[in-house]
T-cell receptor, first 114, second 112 residues
Framework: DADVTQTPRNRITKTGKRIMLECSQT?????MYWYRQDPGLGLRLIYY???????NKGEISDGYSVSRQAQAKFSLSLESAIPNQTALYFC?????????????FGPGTRLTVL | QKEVEQNSGPLSVPEGAIASLNCTYS??????FFWYRQYSGKSPELIMS????GDKEDGRFTAQLNKASQYVSLLIRDSQPSDSATYLC????????????FGTGTRLTIIP
């Protein structure tokens, strides 16, 4: 079984709809991250969480919210989807300390907002 | 604003040759550097990390770090078609909020 899973893998929705992307991990890592990837813009951090009670905004958090339901679960919500949120979304996990840059990515969710 | 710069490519290298991927960064307090490989339609996966000046070798891969010049590179020896992918450079400052900053990636194509 995959260590980091994301659901759904693909989603098409309409402008104004609320949508939730879910991430689960079995790696036992404390840290979890949500990124979006757009062609030519690389990976950009949306939100991150260093433990269940710690939630932090990344560089592009506007229009998004997150919930860390448990150590293993971190969900991303788009309250009212808009077309420029069409992107590939990745969840990642990691640890603290010297290896804090070694992150493990889920398979991604391809989101299209019409 | 911390920045990580990479040439977007595409970089084409004949099979069996050395592929050289380069990355520069702007934050002088950056401490740790990482190379991630991303196949088309797949998620990034870590292939190398480097924390101190000099070279670090792992199989066919060598990462090189020069903090004085704010430069990090990845060499791939004996390039194989399976090395064709986008390579993402990333850095993290251990004196900040410990977030990875990624470059936009270099697309590498190995020509058989």
């Amino acid at each position: 079984d995959a260590d980091v899973t994301q659901t759904p893998r693909n989603r098409i929705t309409k402008t104004g709809k609320r949508i939730m992307l879910e991430c689960s991990q079995t790696k036992g890592h404390d840290r979890m991250y949500w990124y979006r990837q757009d062609p030519g813009l690389g990976l950009r951090l949306i939100y991150y969480s260093f433990d269940v009670k710690d939630i932090n905004k990344g560089e592009i958090s506007d229009g998004y919210s997150v919930s860390r339901q448990a150590q293993a679960k971190f969900s991303l919500s788009l309250e009212s989807a808009i077309p420029n949120q069409t992107a590939l979304y990745f969840c990642a996990t990691g640890t603290s300390g010297l290896t804090n840059g070694e992150q493990f990515f889920g398979p991604g969710t391809r989101l299209t907002v019409l | 604003q911390k920045e990580v710069e990479q040439n977007s490519g595409p970089l084409s290298v004949p099979e069996g040759a050395i592929a050289s991927l380069n990355c520069t960064y702007s934050d002088r307090v950056s401490q740790s550097f990482f190379w991630y490989r991303q196949y088309s339609g797949k998620s990034p996966e870590l292939i190398m990390s480097i924390y101190s000046n000099g070279d670090k070798e792992d199989g066919r891969f060598t990462a090189q770090l020069n903090k004085a010049s704010q430069y990090v590179s990845l060499l791939i020896r004996d390039s194989q078609p399976s090395d064709s992918a986008t390579y993402l450079c990333a850095e993290i400052s251990n004196f900040g909020n410990e977030k990875l900053t990624f470059g936009t990636g270099t697309r590498l194509t190995i020509i058989p």
